[in-house]
Nanobody, 125 residues
Framework: VQLQASGGGLVLAGGSLGLSCTAS????????MSWWRQAPGKEREFVAT????????LYADSVRGRFTISRDNAKNTLYLQMNSLKAEDTATYYC???????????????????WGQGTQVTVSS
């Protein structure tokens, strides 16, 4: 079971960046997926989540209206399109899968048991 995040980089404030997370080793289209981020010296923070079929999404207040989570089950890939980026969006971004959900709210980290290695996003102001 593996999640491989990619697409991070350096972008100017107000710019856009797209992240991808490629899954392998499990039936991707059966499971809820999510994006999280962690800035230096801060706690890991929920960003967005999407149901197995893509029909339902949930966003953190801080990114709603600017970020869009999506998935392509045929390609076993999760996406995060980030627009109108701000300096405070600077963090390492992680994708996560809930392969054995325990019934917590989808914005709780404990609901996810499989995590990718992270990709760095730096927004310069």
């Amino acid at each position: 079971v593996q999640l491989q995040a990619s697409g991070g980089g350096l972008v100017l404030a107000g710019g856009s960046l797209g992240l991808s997370c490629t899954a392998s080793g499990f039936t991707f289209n059966n499971y809820r997926m999510s994006w999280w981020r962690q800035a230096p010296g801060k706690e890991r923070e929920f960003v967005a989540t999407i149901t197995w079929g893509g029909g339902s999404t949930l966003y953190a207040d801080s990114v709603r209206g600017r970020f869009t989570i999506s998935r392509d089950n045929a390609k076993n890939t999760l996406y995060l399109q980030m627009n109108s980026l701000k300096a405070e969006d600077t963090a390492t971004y992680y994708c996560a899968a809930a392969l054995t959900p325990v019934g917590l709210a989808p914005n709780r980290a404990e609901e996810y048991d499989t995590w990718g290695q992270g990709t760095q996003v730096t927004v310069s102001s």
